[in-house]
């Protein structure tokens, strides 16, 4: 597993240093088969909340292991994400918890 742990520190160093203005993360949790990471961050909810999950997981990938995201705990300003390590195939992601509708409404006759 001392393989898989400097993987994922690589990938939190350089998901910080390329994302570290919106959001940032650390890992919380070692567990058997994955780990849970924290992002902190001034997100916005409707232009990509959870590709920044995605992007660590990808940065994992480069350096060797496939992981996903199979749990998110959304917080007010962040998330607890747990990842798991997938074989070959489709890597698992973990449904959004919360649908943003956007409406816009325009009033008849000025206004």
């Given at each position: 597993m001392g393989g898989?742990?400097?993987?994922?520190?690589?990938?939190?160093?350089?998901f910080?240093r390329y994302?570290?203005?919106?959001a940032?993360?650390?890992?919380?949790e070692w567990?058997?088969?994955g780990?849970?990471a924290?992002?902190?961050g001034?997100?916005?909810?409707?232009?990509?909340?959870?590709d920044?999950f995605d992007?660590?997981a990808?940065?994992?990938?480069?350096?060797?292991?496939?992981v996903g995201?199979?749990?998110?705990?959304e917080?007010?300003?962040?998330?607890?994400v747990e990842y798991?390590l997938v074989g070959g195939?489709?890597?698992?992601?973990a449904a959004?918890q919360?649908?943003?509708?956007?409406f816009?409404?325009?009033r008849?006759?000025?206004?």
């Open positions: 898989f742990r400097e993987a994922v520190e690589g990938a939190v160093e350089e910080n994302h570290g203005a919106e940032r993360v650390r890992v919380v567990l058997e088969d780990f849970v924290e992002f902190e001034h997100f916005c909810l409707t232009c990509g909340y959870y920044y992007d660590l990808r940065l994992v990938e480069e350096r060797g292991y496939r995201a199979v749990r998110v705990e917080l007010e300003e962040g998330a607890l798991r195939g489709e890597r698992p992601r959004p919360k649908l943003v509708l956007i816009e409404w325009e008849e006759q000025g206004g």
